[in-house]
Nanobody, 126 residues
Framework: VQLVESGGGLVQAGGSLRLSCVVS????????LGWFRQAPGKEREFVAT????????AYADSVQGRFTISRDNGKNTVYLQMDSLKPEDTAVYYC????????????????????WGQGTQVTVSS
């Protein structure tokens, strides 16, 4: 399984970006996808999650109402639409996947995801 992110870049506060993650060697129809981020000097943190099937979606409180996660099963791609960006959103964003249909708080843990992309840098200037 390989995950390749794209779409990062430099944007001013209040702007938008859309990240994409192409998943090759699909994990499972019941698997879970997630977006995480890591700022310099900080631990990797959960951002958003979605299943390949169904509508199990969740967001971190810090991005709720500003970010939207979605998927295109036909293209094996998961997206993260980021609006109203803030300087504190600056980080390397990672796409992650697992064959397991995670539930509850397990979806928010980096340890529950088996496959990771290389990351894409998002920088928000003030």
């Amino acid at each position: 399984v390989q995950l390749v992110e794209s779409g990062g870049g430099l944007v001013q506060a209040g702007g938008s970006l859309r990240l994409s993650c192409v998943v090759s060697g699909r994990t499972s129809s019941y698997g879970t996808l997630g977006w995480f981020r890591q700022a310099p000097g900080k631990e990797r943190e959960f951002v958003a999650t979605i299943r390949w099937s169904g509508n199990r979606i969740a967001y971190a409180d810090s991005v709720q109402g500003r970010f939207t996660i979605s998927r295109d099963n036909g293209k094996n791609t998961v997206y993260l639409q980021m609006d109203s960006l803030k300087p504190e959103d600056t980080a390397v964003y990672y796409c992650a996947a697992t064959s397991v249909g995670l539930v509850g708080d397990l979806r928010f843990s980096t340890y529950k995801y088996d496959y990771w992309g290389q990351g894409t840098q998002v920088t928000v200037s003030s």
